[in-house]
């Protein structure tokens, strides 16, 4: 059976993992732009304030992990008043590795945070799936885990990438699988969380290929016809047949920039009968053909070579 939580986590393909060690006590704070990307921390000691916009502030306490799926703007500080200390993610590198903000004194809050990219041009589609937040607590698996991210990323050892890519994507599976509330904004995971459309949803993604309609899949999740189409709707955000054929070009524009295949092969994976169909429909969705994507979005030799560190 297919796990669409994995599969999406797979194919935004997270690199460049960046970390960051925070040191707080006293009048402490500090602002971070709008990053985009997804940024992450664990509270290794203590608790503080966090504030991300258009969100209701969160105290964090020991053990806490939080992931911004797609990084707006966000303060963290202590518990007084204080004009914090402005940073860009953006602008951050493999030096930026630590932040003291102490003054001296014996750190009341010790945080370890990160930041990474996905590198998938359906990044913006695909995390808007997901909740803006996900707070978890009480899950103490994860400070080890989020450790070994960072000791991974401060380290120079051989397969350093690929074990940094294999553990965020880990990192992120466990933090959304354990993060479905009542509260979690409609999208993939409150989908999944459905007992009845979490088959639909597996079906849609394991056999992305087939001709799918609005009835066969309702008839997986056991519902009427009109009940299911308003359930999915309602619990992902967007109507079946929208997120199939979303799912459907991105799964194609990862197989067109990472394998070499034909359109037609590419078309029939993901449920077209052939490739002047796949073709029309590719250009509908994205605007333009999937040979001249294919062509703009092959990586460069630059691209395969490690990032600089």
């Keep these: ?156 050892r051989p397969g350093r990438e690929l074990v940094l890519k294999r553990l965020v994507e880990v990192l992120l599976v466990e933090a959304l699988r354990t993060s479905v509330t009542p509260r979690t904004p409609p999208g993939l995971l409150r989908g999944l969380a459905d007992r009845r459309l979490a088959p639909a949803l597996q079906q849609m993604h394991e056999h992305v290929d087939r001709a799918w309609t609005v009835s066969q899949l309702s008839e997986v999740a056991m519902l009427s016809r009109s009940a299911f189409f308003d359930r999915f709707t309602r619990q992902v955000g967007v109507p079946p047949m929208e997120y199939l054929m979303a799912w459907r070009m991105a799964v194609a524009r990862d197989l067109l920039r990472h394998d070499d295949l034909g359109m037609a092969e590419v078309g029939r994976r993901v449920g077209y009968g052939s490739a002047s169909a796949f073709s029309t429909a590719f250009t509908r969705y994205t605007g333009e053909s999937p040979r001249r994507y294919a062509r703009r979005s092959a990586p460069t030799s630059t691209e395969l070579r490690p990032a600089a560190g």
């Design 1 to 156: 059976m297919s796990d669409p939580l994995s599969e999406v986590v797979q194919l935004l393909r997270p690199r460049d993992v960046l970390s960051k060690r925070i040191a707080g006590a006293g009048a402490w704070g500090v602002r971070y732009r709008a990053f985009g990307q997804p940024g992450f921390c664990v509270v290794l000691e203590g608790s503080c304030r966090l504030a991300v916009e258009h969100e209701e502030e969160i105290v964090l306490e020991q053990g806490d992990f939080v992931l911004l799926p797609t990084t707006p703007a966000f303060e963290l500080t202590g518990f007084r008043e204080v004009d914090p200390v402005s940073w860009d993610p953006r602008l951050m590198t493999a030096d930026d590795l630590d932040a003291d903000y102490t003054e001296g004194q014996d750190p009341e809050v010790r945080i370890l945070g990160g930041s990474f990219v996905f590198d998938s041009p359906d990044a913006t589609l695909l995390s808007s799936l997901l909740p803006s937040v996900v707070h978890v607590r009480g899950i103490e698996h994860f400070a080890p885990l989020v450790s070994l991210v960072a000791d991974e990323a401060l380290a120079d």
